[in-house]
């Protein structure tokens, strides 16, 4: 029920308050389908922090936030440096919007699976058009007005009357019809409800329960209530939580004993099958004592001969030897002999091949009990990473261009118009170099800075080889490469996507290449 029209209705008139007068300092996202942004004046800060994920869509207030150096993304930079000037709240809808002194506004769409986040700013019109979206693939959030957002519904009495109840407040969820219901079947004494019910949810108080599985939050006490404010802002960062304790930490940790237990049930799979062949190499054929056998008896050895049965001092019986024949008896006795340092070595391989997995599948289950026994979300993605646990810690924020290394520095490049426009836009920093095929289109290329460590000639080079390949001069056979600082990429007001003006450059003429060794 956190993203009821009625919630978000009292959350954002008090974002109004909270609001007002704040700058935009700050808009990252470091994790999948998360962003924060910051807003700040000389006295205090206020965070929103949106999760945007399909399955639990909800908004909380940090009092802090920590952005981290690497995998975290700067973006709607357009909108930084604006002042919130109003908060907007639409009729019957589960949105809202921020307004900012610069004339563009943010639009909080909460509608689930379909949530997202859109800049919207002033056209030559002067209507406010979606800029940029936070979730790129809902490309129809493109087509989104403000001015047709509100909806006026007729929730008179008589509307009521001739239309029902859900057609006339289609903004009341379940909980809140099956809450009219209980009042019975008779028109009047639902509308008598109603009436109640509108006038509660104007100043309501806010519970949160849990099951262990599952976290609700509501506006109506509940046996297994853990929490119960007046206060919407406290109510969604504790909702928070508690849903971060549950939901995220109980799937997470899932997942990992899931991959735990997968890689145990390899590990002894692989022991398994490794004791059964060490098992045959110590009991096959004694490649040594045959070579002795041979050797004590190179006069018994015939010419050419592909077999022969010999006396087996070691266990006092007749043994058939196998031979090349076209060596000599003593060469044969050397072939065994050497057939037995190698069956040693690959006995000791075994060994301790064996003894690793053994500890590996010891630190396996020392892990799943550890694991077993956190209770908090922290916990156990501090604990993975200090045990290098990958794989199953939050998912990067996925990047809409490809990112390769070459001698330590990371190196981006576009893949088409738009991602050209979203990587020199939105994702690359002033610092970082940038680079583009001269005279032709082409992918924009970005080596990343990195601090105190100038951008060494043949990483450039590589770079621009990879430029030339991803632009229309790749099947030349040289190819200038302009590169700059970022700082020196503009694009021009009103230009197509991806395309930029360089105000410095410098050229290279490099060979095209797709791959480069890094």
Not at 105 to 115: E, H, P, T, V
Request: charged share 25%; glycine share 4%; with cysteine.
């Amino acid at each position: 029920m956190y993203n009821n029209y009625y919630v978000l209705k009292l959350l954002s008139s008090e974002l109004a308050k909270q609001l007002q007068g704040l700058e935009l300092v700050t808009c990252f996202s470091q994790v999948k389908d998360e962003l924060v942004m910051g807003f700040a004046s000389n006295q205090r800060q206020f965070y929103i922090h949106a999760n945007l994920n399909p399955e639990a869509c909800y908004l909380n207030f940090p009092e802090e936030v920590s952005r981290a150096r690497q995998n975290s993304i700067a973006l709607f930079r357009s909108a930084l440096g604006g002042k919130v000037e109003k908060v907007r709240q639409y009729v019957n809808e589960r949105c809202f919007s921020i307004h900012l002194s610069n004339g563009g506004a943010f639009l909080f769409k909460m509608y689930g699976q379909r949530s997202n986040i859109i800049w919207l700013e002033r056209d030559e019109k002067g209507t406010l058009v979606p800029q940029e979206l936070f979730h790129n693939k809902q490309e129809k959030d493109r087509l989104l007005r403000l001015e047709t957002l509100d909806r006026f519904i007729d929730q008179s009495y008589q509307a009521f009357l001739a239309n029902g109840l859900q057609a006339t407040f289609p903004t009341f969820d379940r909980h809140l019809i099956e809450k009219i219901q209980q009042a019975g079947n008779s028109p009047q004494a639902q509308w008598q409800a109603i009436e109640q019910l509108l006038n509660y949810l104007q100043q309501p108080e806010f519970y949160i329960s849990t099951d262990g599985k599952q976290v609700h939050f509501s506006v109506f006490p509940s046996e297994k209530d853990v929490y119960h404010s007046k206060d919407i802002i406290a109510a969604l960062n504790e909702f928070h939580y508690i849903f971060s304790r549950v939901y995220y930490f109980e799937r997470e940790k899932l997942e990992v004993l899931r991959e735990l237990e997968k890689r145990s049930r390899q590990t002894e799979r692989y022991i398994k099958q490794a004791q059964e062949r060490l098992q045959e190499l110590e009991t096959q054929n004694r490649y040594e004592e045959i070579a002795h056998i041979l050797m004590a008896n190179l006069h018994a050895i015939p010419e050419r001969a592909t077999s022969v049965t010999l006396y087996d001092f070691y266990r006092n019986q007749p043994i058939e030897i196998k031979l090349n024949e076209s060596l000599s008896g003593q060469k044969n006795a050397e072939v065994y002999y050497h057939k037995a340092k190698n069956q040693k070595i690959a006995i000791e391989k075994h060994r301790q091949a064996i003894a690793t997995k053994q500890r590996e599948l010891e630190k396996i289950h020392h892990h799943i009990q550890a694991i077993n026994q956190l209770t908090r979300l922290k916990e156990l993605r501090r604990y993975l990473k200090e045990e290098g646990l990958t794989g199953k810690t939050p998912q990067e924020v996925e990047l809409p261009f490809r990112r390769i290394q070459i001698e330590g520095f990371e190196v981006w490049i576009g893949k088409n118009a738009r991602s050209n426009e979203l990587l020199t836009q939105q994702y690359a920093y002033k610092e970082d170099l940038w680079l583009h095929a001269r005279d032709t289109n082409g992918s924009h290329v970005i080596i990343k800075y990195k601090p105190g460590k100038p951008f060494p000639p043949q990483v450039i080079e590589k770079a621009a080889q990879i430029a030339a390949w991803h632009s229309r001069r790749r099947h030349e056979t040289l190819c200038p490469v302009i590169y700059t600082p970022k700082k020196y990429v503009r694009k021009p007001k009103g230009a197509p996507e991806g395309t930029v003006v360089v105000e410095r450059e410098e050229v290279i003429l490099v060979e095209p290449a797709a791959e480069v060794s890094s």
